[in-house]
T-cell receptor, first 110, second 114 residues
Framework: GQQLNQSPQSMFIQEGEDVSMNCTSS?????WLWYKQDPGEGPVLLIA?????ELTSNGRLTAQFGITRKDSFLNISASIPSDVGIYFC??????????FGTGTRLKVLA | SAVISQKPSRDICQRGTSLTIQCQVD?????MFWYRQQPGQSLTLIAT?????????ESGFVIDKFPISRPNLTFSTLTVSNMSPEDSSIYLC???????????FGPGTRLLVL
């Protein structure tokens, strides 16, 4: 099925560094969601974005809804070891279902 | 947000058998969905579980293989029928309330088919 492209696919970073990842699509979306999935768990919602240009924070996490409505960004500041996991974006094109990104695998080196 | 539970949390099954996965929500929700997540992959929508009517299946998924029930607004089941090793995946239930455009996931059911 249709998927969003996430970048990077994976990254190793040092504890304390900032992290940036993004999600792009050829289609316009009305809503963007960002999830984190820990090993053996279901995805947990981190941030929801509903308007183009919207910038929303949740603790050390900040996400933005791109102006073109075809992309979104997630930043993590001052990473810590528990930030390890897979981050998924999901876009809602206004139909009944979400389209999920390919995932960014984050590994933090202490 | 809704609290979602799934049973079983994991199972190992033999080829040719069927497994029914249950999803229970602690509040009434409008929309319930079933996803599959193959090892190392993203999430793929199997179907939307409709209360009181037949589920709506995505391309590549059929009712004979993945029958779904939704008898009320808090409960749904997904059956994986006539299993093969290719069905080894995580199966996830999710919920969404109309107008909120925010989807929440259960903990998943890890299925291994031998």
């Amino acid at each position: 099925g249709q998927q969003l492209n996430q970048s990077p696919q994976s990254m190793f970073i040092q504890e304390g560094e900032d992290v940036s990842m993004n999600c792009t699509s050829s289609s316009i979306f009305n809503t963007w969601l960002w999830y984190k999935q820990d090993p053996g768990e279901g995805p947990v919602l981190l941030i929801a974005l509903y308007k183009a240009g919207e910038l929303t924070s949740n603790g050390r996490l900040t996400a933005q809804f791109g102006i073109t409505r075809k992309d979104s960004f997630l930043n993590i500041s001052a990473s810590i070891p528990s930030d390890v996991g897979i981050y998924f974006c999901a876009g809602h094109p206004g139909t009944y279902k979400y389209i999920f990104g390919t995932g960014t695998r984050l590994k933090v080196l202490a | 947000s809704a609290v979602i539970s799934q049973k079983p949390s994991r199972d190992i099954c033999q080829r040719g058998t069927s497994l029914t996965i249950q999803c229970q929500v602690d509040s009434q929700v409008t929309m319930m969905f079933w996803y599959r997540q193959q090892p190392g992959q993203s999430l793929t929508l199997i179907a939307t579980a409709n209360q009181g009517s037949e589920a709506t299946y995505e391309s590549g998924f059929v009712i004979d293989k993945f029958p779904i029930s939704r008898p009320n607004l808090t409960f749904s089941t997904l059956t994986v029928s006539n299993m093969s090793p290719e069905d080894s995946s995580i199966y996830l239930c999710s919920v969404e309330d109309v107008g909120q455009e925010t989807q929440y996931f259960g903990p998943g059911t890890r299925l291994l088919v031998l």
